[in-house]
């Protein structure tokens, strides 16, 4: 069952704090960055995207920032919910081949009520 | 409900079957997917289709063949399955001019025994 999902990297914060979700990238051919969630039981949902040419982009509660110089991007929720409880994912989309979204290894946020 | 969806949910087969695996959306896209998603949540693709061409196949054993009978549908068939075909299999779709936004299905739990 989920217990598998225990060797993903874990953050557990507290609710209403806010939550910083980090992923390192390899390719700086990629275009998109982007974000999804993926809850127990349940295919990945997209979240926010943000194009190479950004550093910054902002959606409900959430904030995505790109440093191109350090090819790192992360995830900040604010006001953590318990709802937000699940694995998320960064991923990558190269123009070049833009049929294909390469992902990076999920990190787990377990939110204390 | 408009989604992506997937039968069946679970799957349990002994090793050397054939099994289907069907996807169907009614978003309107014009590209499919199929994603592997193995025991440590790690996801991959597989195949990619856009209006129903084979677009991507990422190095998948030629035992696994995925048919497109209309944009709506991909279906994923197996032959001879192997103990390492045992995964979450995943269904996406995206528009052809966001496909860096895909919606995935709910998944089907292959257990290969």
């Known amino acids: 069952g989920e217990s598998v999902g225990l060797h993903l990297p874990t953050l557990s914060v507290q609710e209403g704090d806010n939550s910083i979700i980090n992923c390192a990238y390899s390719?700086?051919?990629?275009?998109?960055f982007i974000w999804y969630k993926q809850e127990s039981g349940k295919g990945p949902q997209f979240i926010i995207d943000i194009r190479s040419n950004m550093d910054k982009r902002q959606g409900q509660r959430v904030t995505v920032l790109l440093n191109k110089t350090v090819k790192h991007l992360s995830l900040q929720i604010a006001a953590t919910q318990p709802g937000d409880s699940a694995v998320y994912f960064c991923a990558e989309n190269m123009a070049q081949s833009s049929y294909k979204l390469i992902f990076g290894s999920g990190t787990r946020l377990l939110v204390r009520p | 409900d408009t989604a992506v969806s997937q039968t069946p949910k679970y799957l349990v087969t002994q090793m050397g079957n054939d099994k289907s695996i069907k996807c169907e959306q009614n978003l309107g896209h014009d590209t499919m997917y199929w994603y592997k998603q193995d025991s440590k949540k790690f996801l991959k693709i597989m195949f990619s289709?856009?209006?129903?061409?084979?677009?991507i196949n990422e190095t998948v054993p030629n035992r696994f063949s995925p048919k497109s009978p209309d944009k709506a549908h991909l279906n994923l068939h197996i032959n001879s399955l192997e103990l390492g075909d045992s995964a979450v299999y995943f269904c996406?779709?995206?528009?052809?001019?966001?496909?860096?936004?895909?919606?995935f299905g709910p998944g089907t739990r292959l257990t290969v025994t």
């Open positions: 390719n700086s051919a990629s275009d998109y």
């Open positions: 996406a779709s995206s528009q052809k001019y966001k496909l860096h936004e895909q919606y």
């Open positions: 289709y856009n209006n129903k061409e084979l677009i």
